[in-house]
């Protein structure tokens, strides 16, 4: 199985901030790679496909970047609504694996 | 608009058979674009994608649960199924159904359901 980890595990940042969020997989994925929000309670949310493109109706102050092994997200200006747990997830090969999450609080 | 909706018993003995299904609404299980899948999330932890089926019926199983699960169809109702046998308190989690749009060279899952809270105990 292709492992994903995510770093930082937990980040704490204020209204304003920009954060980036790293997904390192364990062996070459191209740019099978998805982002997804997670809010407590709820269903994760789809942010990003094919490692950078934005879904359809997602804040443009959210992107993605890179291929092969390592990738990230990126939110510029965070939003009081954008503090959540962000999983990647790969999309390569089966079984498909997700990281295993970053929780973006609030400082 | 496509909605997915899991249902079934959320609480289940030691030993026994897990059994969701998930309806789906606004697509057609039919669809040769897409892959319908479970994905897991025990209370608390990250998500574990199960397997999905296809419209013909193939599917694909993670290999951690292959032995004990089978994920099947019904194109009549518009639903798939999971069923996950020999269940233990290791299998107590939040149990999504989702679609997996595989008509683009990059696949995502685009819709998933609320969840449904499955527990494992006597």
């Known amino acids: 199985d292709i492992q994903l980890t995510q770093s930082p595990s937990f980040l704490s940042a204020s209204v304003g901030d920009r954060v980036t969020i790293t997904c390192r997989a364990s062996q070459g994925i191209s740019s099978y790679l998805a982002w997804y929000q997670q809010k407590p309670g709820k269903a994760p949310k789809l942010l990003i496909y094919a490692a950078s493109t934005l879904q359809s109706g997602v804040p443009s102050r959210f992107s993605g970047s890179g291929s092969g092994t390592e990738f990230t997200l990126t939110i510029n200006s965070l939003k009081p609504e954008d503090f959540a747990t962000y999983y990647c997830?790969?999309?390569?090969?089966?079984?498909?694996?997700f990281g295993q999450g970053t929780k973006v609080e609030i400082k | 608009q496509v909605q997915l909706q899991e249902s079934g018993p959320g609480l289940v003995k030691p030993s026994e058979t897990l059994s969701l299904i998930c309806t789906v609404s606004g697509a057609s299980v039919r669809s040769r674009d897409y892959y319908w899948t479970w994905i897991r999330q025990p209370p608390g932890k990250g998500l574990e994608w199960i397997g999905y089926?296809?419209?013909?019926?193939?599917?694909h199983y993670n290999p951690s649960l292959k032995s004990r699960v089978t994920i099947s169809v019904d194109t009549s109702e518009n639903q798939f199924s999971l069923k996950l046998s020999s269940v233990t308190a290791a299998d107590t989690a939040l149990y999504y159904c989702?679609?997996?749009?595989?008509?683009?060279?990059?696949?995502?899952?685009?819709?998933w359901g609320q969840g449904t809270l499955v527990t494992v105990s006597s």
């Open positions: 989702a679609r997996e749009n595989q008509g683009v060279m990059f696949p995502f899952f685009d819709f």
């Open positions: 089926i296809y419209y013909n019926g193939g599917s």
């Open positions: 997830q790969q999309l390569n090969s089966y079984p498909s694996t």
